[in-house]
């Protein structure tokens, strides 16, 4: 009776362990890239006024197999210096994701940015006045808005060190680029981009587990044969 008790105690043990092992195999939690994949490529911008948002953003020439997509996004000014023509127009960018900007724009308050995509109140203008409140591209900026500003004070509480989850929002930046004989300044701009970065279990990792597991089952069924001629 003792035996066959702890045989039933190891073999309870060895299914949960097995199941374990099994859960981090197929549902990996290490994380080895939380930032988006980006083309590093020139893509273009085509830029209509919005409704939802500032701009109403089309990427094209973007290739295949990256987080954004030939489409329309919603987009946002970042830059007040200068006026950004408009649809049918196209203009060259580089894209990057605002949670690794280029080093010209790395000070600015990116994470104040994305905790404002993710956390929206008021309408258009009220959001993009207060996105231009934490952006200093082109100098400070005061809101007129009563919204504007209860959008600001909301981020400065809650906004410092904000990572977007898997499902909200990241700032992706179009940065622009000088292609003679296009106009030598363009808009910098930004546009949503939902974050679906699923971590990634590291691939080194996955042979010995599966191993291991493996072994685990071999010594499971064993001694069950041995609990059994005895």
Known sequence: MEMRTDYRRNLAMGFAVLMALSSILVNPVTATNLDLNLPSTIVRIEVRNGTMSYFETTLSDVPSGYDVANGTYLGWCV????????????HA?????????????????????????NHKQGDAEDIQQAIWFFIH?????????????SIVNDTLANGNGFFPEI????????????????PTRVQISIIEVTNTVIPEFPS???????????????????RKQATCSA
Request: aromatic share 8%; with cysteine; proline share 8%.
């Open 79 to 90: 830059d007040q210096t200068v006026e950004m023509e408009r649809s049918p127009a196209t």
């Open 93 to 117: 960018v580089e894209l990057y994701s605002s949670i690794d900007p280029p080093g010209e724009l790395a000070s600015e308050k990116w994470d104040m940015v994305n905790y404002i995509l």
């Open 137 to 149: 591209i082109d100098g400070n900026y005061t809101p007129t808005s009563t919204v504007a500003w």
């Open 167 to 182: 499902g909200q929002m990241i700032a992706v930046i179009c940065d622009p680029m000088i292609l003679l004989p296009e």
């Open 204 to 222: 080194f990792l996955v042979l010995p587990l599966f191993m291991i597991a493996t072994l685990l089952a071999v010594m499971v069924h064993r």
